[in-house]
């Protein structure tokens, strides 16, 4: 804004002409000069005021400036942090994936597609269990996997199929084979390809796949076998849990079983003991036999052990048991057994447990 130039009025009278005017003109010079002096000192304030406006106008521009320039500064900060978090993960995954590659690469895998493909592989799978986790939280009733019986039908069991760490102990002694003592003598004489497939057996197996398929996603588990001696139903797991969520680890166990030839006595305290081996312990356990033990952590003297006998084995066993767990009992009856569902029962009640005889056709 151009600003006007002040200009002052000037009188060019001497002082000998003003006094031969007389006192009357001298006060009119004076009234005329004040007045000029008044005008000029109007002009000189607008001029002030206009300039203070002006600057009063760029002081707020630039206040509303700053804050613009400091709302941009925390956008940039904003993506400076998260570009930081995510330039660590990355490094992070690039050094797990370099320290997986070197594994690979000092068990023997040199090729270059091997390992690239062992790397599209685990990237998979990590995916499949991310979304398994993932659906665990969003619905925790799902089941690990799908297992429908024969003829689609649906059993109200009762089972308290809950848990962070379930273990299943599955008996695979010599009786498991049939429900008479006198078909177990004759399928023990034939083909274990035979004995693999009879009725009492096959029965067992689908009722393990029953139980895996309805444990929560995100919990862990463990199946132990159990005849004279006890062990992990895979091997080399001996002692650890298992994830749920990792479903070609559950077939590998599911085939591990369908190549069990039930052979043996029962040491149901060897199975006890077992669970001691797990870490944590388990908060819920599934016991799937035919009976009561014939012998302890060892082999009995005898050949022939009686009913009183089986008993106090039992409660033997039972004393080895880790305590405030509950055992779910799933009893396939044996004849000549008569004493087992009691004490089974008792079991499951003293636990807090359930127990379950099914029918043929279960699950």
Not at 37 to 60: C, H, K, P, Y
């Amino acid at each position: 804004m151009a600003r006007k130039k002040r200009q002052f009025t000037t009188f060019n009278l001497s002082f000998l002409d003003i006094m031969s005017c007389g006192f009357g003109a001298v006060v009119l010079v004076f009234l005329i000069m004040n007045h000029s002096i008044d005008r000029d000192s109007d002009e000189l304030n607008e001029n002030l005021l206009s300039e203070v406006n002006l600057l009063e106008e760029d002081v707020t521009e630039g206040e509303e400036g700053l804050v613009r320039i400091r709302n941009t500064l925390s956008e940039v900060d904003l993506q400076i942090v998260d570009a930081n978090g995510r330039a660590t993960r990355i490094t992070q995954d690039n050094d797990n994936y370099e320290a997986q590659i070197e594994d690979l690469r000092r068990e023997g895998y040199t090729d270059n597609n091997d390992v690239e493909t062992l790397k599209a592989e685990l990237l998979a799978l990590e995916k499949e269990v991310e979304k398994l986790r993932q659906s665990s939280q969003d619905n925790s009733g799902a089941n690990a996997r799908s297992y429908i019986g024969e003829g689609n039908r649906q059993y109200l069991t009762g089972l308290n199929l809950g848990g962070k760490h379930i273990a299943i102990l599955l008996d695979i002694s010599s009786s498991m084979l049939a429900d008479k003592l006198v078909q177990i003598i004759r399928l023990r004489n034939m083909s274990e390809s035979i004995q693999r497939s009879a009725d009492k057996w096959t029965r067992s197996l689908n009722t393990v796949d029953w139980l895996t398929a309805q444990l929560p996603v995100a919990s862990k588990y463990q199946i132990i076998t159990f005849n004279t001696q006890a062990k992990a139903a895979l091997a080399g797991t001996q002692g650890k849990w298992l994830e749920v969520a990792d479903q070609a680890q559950l077939n590998k166990v599911t085939t591990a079983l369908r190549g069990i030839t039930p052979t043996g006595g029962t040491s149901l305290e060897n199975a006890f003991l077992a669970l001691k081996q797990l870490s944590p312990l388990p908060d819920n356990i599934f016991l799937l036999t035919d009976g009561l033990p014939t012998q302890g952590t060892a082999a009995p003297r005898g050949s022939k052990v009686s009913g009183a006998q089986r008993q106090k084995l039992f409660a033997q066993a039972v004393r080895q048991l880790p305590s405030n767990i509950p055992v779910n009992v799933i009893l396939a009856p044996l004849e000549g057994d008569p004493l087992a569902a009691s004490n089974l029962w008792q079991l499951a009640q003293v636990t807090k447990g359930s127990f379950l005889s099914p029918s043929r056709d279960w699950p």
